[in-house]
Every structure is written in C-alpha cells, then in structure tokens.
C-alpha cells in the first residue's frame, strides 16, 4: 500500500531527523553552558543512564530501593579494580558493571520470592547489607570514608590529538557517548520480544504464566539488565568524582531517582528521562543561579507536589495534553491513545 | 463552560498566582544567601563551600551566618588591608549537600567563575571531591575536619578545629573533677566522622583511667530511632555516656532517649548544638554538668589574655541578635576565625594569592588560633604539618547555660599520651596512611 508507505517513510525521516537534531544539541550544549554548569551535566547524564536504567526494571512491575546500591556495586568495583589491581579504566568499567550484574543475579533469588511493597522492602534490606559491608570491611573498600584517589579515566595523548577527561566538557562527550549506546540498547531491549514480555508481567503476570512465560527468568533478567547499566552509570561517576563512599548510595539518592521517575512518568522510554534533566536543571541550575542555595528543598518539594496534582502521569504526558488541548482549541477531534497509560 | 469549572478555573489561576508571588518573594530573599556581603571598591571574594541544606547543615549554614558578621564589621572598618590598599570581603557560598559531586562542582564554579581567593569547607565526605581540583589550580582551602589533610594536600589546613583530638580536654578534665566515674559507653554514627572521634575517646578514657563497659556502638547515619541504641547504651548501667561526635540530628534523639529512660549519670559530647532546645525536651536537672567543647561566645572566658578571637562577646550578642541565641552552633564562629587568621596572613603577605596567604600564615611555625597561640602541627597524625593545634575549652552546662571551665592544652595531652591515640586510630584504620 503506496500510502502506508510513503507515510511510514515520512514518519521515519522526521524520527532520524528529530534524532540528529537532539545529537546536535548535546553536543553545542556545553559549549553553551559555563564551567560549572558543564560539570553539572556531566552528572546528569550519567544520572539519566541511572533512571533510564532504573525504567527497565519498573517494566515487569516492581519498584526496587536498591538500585543506587547496585550503582554503588559498579562503582566500588570499577574504582578497586583500577586502584588495587591496575586493571585499565574502560575494562574495570565494563567490568563494574558485571559486578553490579552478577550481584543482582545473585539477589534476585530470594528478593523474587517476593512481589510487590515485598519487592520493595526486600530490595531496601538488601541494599543496606551490601552498604554496612563497605562500611564494616575498610580493607578494601574503605569504610564508612570510602575511597578516594580513584584513577581517572586516562587522557588520550597523540601527537595531534590531546583530551584532558579532568575537564568537564571532555568527559561529558565520553559520558554521553556511553550513555547513548546504553539507552540505544536499552530501548531495543524494551522494543524487543522480551521487551513486550516484560510488559506481559508487569500487566498480567498470571496471564503470561498460564501461557508459559518463565515469570522469574524474565523478572530476573530485568534486574540483572538494569543492573548492568546502574553499574556502568557507577563506573562513570567514580572515576569522574575520584571518590565513593556509602552515604554516596544510600536511600536517600534512591529517593532522587524514585522522584525523577514519578515525576517524568515511566510509562514512555523517555519519561524519567524528562524527569531528571527537568528537576536537576531547575535544581542544581535555576534555583542555584537566583540564590535560593538554601531555600532549595522547600521549593523542590513544592513543585513535586505541584507535579503529582497536576501531572499525575508525569511530565511524559505534558505533550499529548497540550497537543490535545491544541486539537481542540482549532476543533479537531484529539488522538486517541496518545495519553500515557 | 458550566460555573463550576468556571470557579475551578479562577481558583486555579489564584493558586498559581499566590504560587508565583510567593516564589518571587523567596526568590527576593534568596538573592541575599549565596552572597552574603557585597562591596563596593575594591573587594576580595571568599568561597564558603558547606552543606546549607539537609542532615549536616547545622555545621554549615551558621558558619556562614557568622562569616556574614565577621564581613559586615571588617567592611563597616574599611576593609582588609592588603600591599597599601584596602579590601573588602565578599562571601560567596555554595550548598555542597555534604556530597563530593557537589562539592567538585561547587569548587569549580567558586575558582573559574567567581573568582575566589580562598575557599572555607567543613570537609569530610566532601573533600575527595575537591582535592584533586586544589591540587590543579593551588587554591588555598581550609576544613573543619583534620582528617582530611594528608601530605599530598599541601594547600589543605585546618586552622580552627583539630577535630577530633581537641575531645582529649573533656575527657581531661572529667577524670580529674570528677575522680569517681570509672565506667564508660559510647555511641558514633558509622561514618568518616564518627571514626575518628571514637579513636579519640578511647584514647582519651584509657589516658584518664576509665575503663569502656563495651565496644563502641556504631549506629547508621539513616537511623531515627535512638531507643534501641539507648537501650543496648544504659544496659550496664554506665557512669558515663559519651555521645562521640555525633551530627545535631543525632545528639538531640539521643539525650531525649537517655532522659526518657531514666539516665542519671554523666553525659560527654563533643558538642551540644542548640543545646537550649534539648533542654526544653528534657530538663534543666538532666542536662545539669553535660560536658561539650563548644562554648557560648558570650562566656566570660573569652575575655582573657591570650584568646585572639576578636570581640568574642559582641560576635555573640549580634548573631543571637541576627538569628536567635538557639541557633547558635559550634560551627557560628570557627569559619569566623579562621577568616581572621586569613586576614593577618594576607596582610601580612601584601597579597590575596593563595600561595603568598599560605606561606605568611605558617611563616614562624605558630598561628593565632582562637583561643591562643597555637602550633602548625600534625605530621605524626595527619603526615603534614597543616593544623594548627593549641588549646582548646572544656564547656559544662551550668544552670541551663554552657559555661567555660578550663582550656587546656592539647599539645600537652599529646606529649603524655601520643602512643594510646597513634595505637587507637590505627585500630581503626584512622591514620593518614591507612584511608581509602
């Protein structure tokens, strides 16, 4: 059907052409930006790779309060493996986030005997034990001051070429070149069979059962993808910071991510996304540049309040509201189906 | 469009109105936090890095509350006198959370973008964060928390506070006043400050002869419900209970959870901020003889020979007159302090350069701490000579009021008891070659 077709055609160019110019923008961004704020968004993206992340595994219906923990496994072992056994910084990355993988494997043997606020509490308690174990075993992870000196990432010195990752804007294109290829994975995994089986669990879990879906090996494969790239995230983050420690991922970081989450919506791949780069800009950005340093949490609070009255389905939803409001504002009947369950 | 929708409407539109004065109104009052003291003329800027915000602000914010005095009397004098010309000072702080992310950021926005000359932070979980920056540009800083100096950090002193050695003096002076206390427990969070100070009081109880009726009890700096540790605490009915140095958040649980539970003996802390709102949870009796280190600048004591904070009484009337005597905390004067030895230094220099500051301010080996002339010591502790040690109050709570009984001497406890502090921080992995 020609029609079909071409419309298809259409819709793919203006996706790519949507794509290359999101591309274009992240990379004029730091330029853009000053020393400081560059510094910020190198967090950011390594954080929008944590919530991105932290979707996956809300996919098959569970909310775990570990998973900065699990980011703090990819950390800790991406930071000692570099330390104390010299292993080459882009390895111990990949490498922390086996870890953070292998650990969740492990983990989900007892926590997937639970479901639900189970899940969650589950998740809370066995996170806390993997933190008291860094804080109880200071040889080698420190104790309750972590470690610090962590190698950085190494700066590449060719006789033409010369990149410093000390500097902010450096490291934000590494962070960003990593993160991308991850949510790039991350989204086909989602658009994938398995993808449309961890949907099936999340909605209709019996369902999917009765149909013969192994509900436990797709569950545990969520965590121990979502895992990986929590890891990976921590890999970024301690070899850009040079230090880690156990307050660093404790639930109180974990509550940052359930709200970045909550307020971008999870129902769309790029919800929490949304999330984290709205609050962290209005955060760490717009409140900092008018001095409200300390009045920042009153007023955090006060827009995630504002946030789940008004946007209930997250700020993924704001788009199709405000196009529906636009269809009907010029009399046209508003597209079904575009609101975000 | 029914009436009712209509009403929801404006009410709608009147909420978010009311929501954007009010923003408008905070944002006003905001605009003053970040920069505490503008100049005009000439004017140095000063980084005041600290958490503003969240569990650690109490050793934060009054800090900059009482740098915000300490700058409007220097500029309200003319300044600071640097090479001939007079300086104003201009604080500019930025709210670290008690994260090093924040803190490295925090860093770089105070040296590329604004400019500072020295930056103040209360260090711990924060200074990895920065060290490595400190390193690259030379900038001066200075911590609260000698733990954090180690001889790679050159720039790095702790000019004020010797936390946690200065405890040594409570303990002292508890052994000695009160000869009849034999036993002992204590309580720490389980984090890089707690360590540390609990090193220090083991070292300080075996010096004085007090025998610990159990390991110290580590608890998580998540924990809100004391009445469990308070409990395991009491069991063996102590003389003493120490609560180490634990965060405001912690101490103020702790003493409701000790009175709430009959305890009768005697209290030692290494501070006891806003100590007049754990009185009003527990009792004047209660708190009667609670040994701290952290006096009321309003205390009499301050006004003998030999204590180099300037005006230390009028400091105190003017901060509780700015913010209320309650929210005085251990922190309200050392950042203070510390900018006084930073002015002497730069004065002395000619020059607001960090490396010029540094090299004036350890000149002759000795530096004008608050309460006296002090020595920059710290090699065997810390491997370098950055923290300037002298002595140090011991402050008891007598009716209702904190009261100086004694300053005593650190470098003396040292001198006796050197081996017992080396031996404990070592036990816990405290020493300068045993972190992270």
């Keep these: 059907m020609p029609a079909a077709g071409t419309g298809g055609l259409i819709r793919r160019a203006a996706w790519r052409l949507r794509l290359v110019l999101l591309f274009a923008a992240l990379a004029a961004l730091p330029y853009l930006l000053s020393y400081s704020q560059q510094e910020i968004a190198v967090l950011l993206v390594i954080n929008v790779l944590l919530v991105s992340s932290y979707r996956l595994l809300t996919l098959t219906g569970e909310w775990s309060l570990g998973h900065v923990v699990i980011m703090g496994v990819g950390a800790y072992t991406s930071a000692l493996l570099a330390k104390q056994a010299g292993v080459p910084v882009p390895l111990s990355m990949l490498l922390g986030g086996a870890m953070a993988a292998g650990t969740a494997a492990l983990l989900s043997f007892p ?23 860094w804080k109880r075993f200071t040889d080698p992870f420190g104790g309750p001051k972590g470690l610090k000196r962590i190698d950085p990432f190494p700066d590449i010195e060719t006789g033409f070429l010369s990149i ?23 989204y086909r995994i989602e658009r994938s069979r398995i993808g449309l089986t961890f949907h099936a669990i999340h909605w209709q879990d019996r369902l999917a059962e009765s149909v013969g879906v192994d509900t436990f090996r797709y569950r545990t494969l969520a965590f121990v993808i979502a895992s990986f790239f929590a890891g990976i995230a921590g890999g970024l983050y301690a070899h850009y910071v040079g230090a880690v420690n156990p307050t660093r ?36 950005i717009v409140l900092r540049a008018l001095g409200l340093d300390t009045a ?16 209930p389905n997250g700020l993924e939803s704001l788009g199709p509201r405000l196009r529906a409001l636009w269809q009907r504002r010029r009399g046209e009947p508003a597209a079904a189906g575009r609101e975000p369950a | 469009m029914s009436r009712k929708s209509l009403e929801r409407k404006i009410s709608r539109r009147k909420f978010l109105g009311t929501t954007a004065a009010s923003g408008a109104a905070l944002t006003a009052l905001g605009t003053g936090l970040s920069r505490v003291s503008f100049a005009d003329g000439h004017t140095i800027k000063i980084g005041f890095l600290a958490p503003l915000t969240g569990p ?21 004098k003319g300044g600071v006198n640097i090479g001939g010309q007079s300086y104003n000072i201009e604080f500019v702080g930025y709210d670290n959370e008690y994260d090093a992310a924040k803190a490295r950021t925090g860093a770089t926005k105070l040296i590329k973008e604004d400019g500072v000359k020295f930056i103040m932070m209360l260090g711990g979980d924060t200074w990895p964060g920065v060290q490595k920056i400190a390193e690259r540009e030379g900038m001066l800083f200075s911590t609260l928390l000698p733990s954090d100096l180690s001889p790679d950090s050159t720039t790095l002193l702790a000019p004020c506070e010797v936390h946690p050695i200065y405890n040594v003096t409570g303990v002292e002076w508890l052994a000695e006043n009160k000869p009849d206390l034999k036993t002992a427990v204590m309580c720490a969070q389980d984090d890089s400050l707690g360590k540390p100070s609990v090193a220090t009081y083991l070292a300080a109880f075996e010096a004085a002869g007090i025998e610990m009726q159990d390991e110290p009890l580590f608890f998580d700096p998540a924990t809100t419900d004391f009445a469990p540790v308070m409990t395991k605490l009491l069991a063996g009915n102590p003389d003493i209970l120490c609560l180490d140095t ?13 009175f709430q539970q009959g305890y009768k003996g005697q209290i030692i802390s290494c501070t006891a901020d806003f100590y007049q709102k754990i009185i009003e949870k527990t009792s004047a009796e209660f708190m009667e003889g609670f040994i701290f280190q952290f006096p009321d600048f309003d205390d009499p004591a301050l006004n003998s020979e030999g204590v180099n904070f300037v005006n230390p009484n009028e400091f105190y009337a003017e901060y509780a007159k700015r913010y209320g005597a309650s929210e005085w905390s251990a922190v309200s004067w050392e950042y203070a302090s510390i ?39 710290g090699t065997e502790l810390f491997g370098i000579d950055n923290a300037l040690v002298g002595n140090w109050p011991v402050v008891v709570i007598e009716g209702g009021k904190a009261t100086i009984k004694d300053f005593r001497s650190i470098p003396a406890w040292w001198d006796k008891h050197k081996d017992l502090m080396i031996k404990h921080m070592t036990a816990l992995g405290q020493m300068w070659n045993q972190r992270g």
Aim: glycine share 8%; proline share 4%; net charge negative.
């Design chain 1, 164 to 186: 410093d990752f000390y500097e902010p804007v450096n490291y934000y294109f590494l962070a960003l070149a990593v993160v991308s290829v991850s949510l790039f994975v991350l």
């Design chain 2, 56 to 76: 650690v602000a109490a050793w934060g914010k009054p800090g900059l509350d009482g740098c915000l005095i300490w700058a409007d009397w220097v500029n309200a």
């Design chain 1, 111 to 133: 926590l997937f005997r639970m479901k639900g606020f189970y899940f969650l509490i589950g998740s809370f308690a066995a996170g806390e034990i993997i933190r008291l174990i």
């Design chain 1, 296 to 311: 920042r949490p009153l007023i955090y609070g006060l827009i995630l309040i504002l946030a789940v009255l008004y946007l």
């Design chain 2, 339 to 377: 900018m006084d030895l930073w002015a002497d230094a730069a004065s002395q220099a000619g020059s607001a350069e960090p490396a010029a500051v540094l090299e004036a301010m350890k000149a002759d080996g000795t530096g004008k701490h608050a309460f006296g002339t002090a020595d920059w010591w």
């Design chain 2, 246 to 258: 634990c965060y405001a958040d912690y101490v103020h649980p702790l003493c409701e959870q000790a």
């Design chain 1, 249 to 284: 991922f404790s639930v109180d970081q974990m509550v940052y991510v359930l709200v970045w989450a909550i307020v971008g919506g999870t129902a769309t791949f790029h919800g929490p996304v949304l999330g984290v780069v709205v609050l962290t800009v209005i955060n760490e």
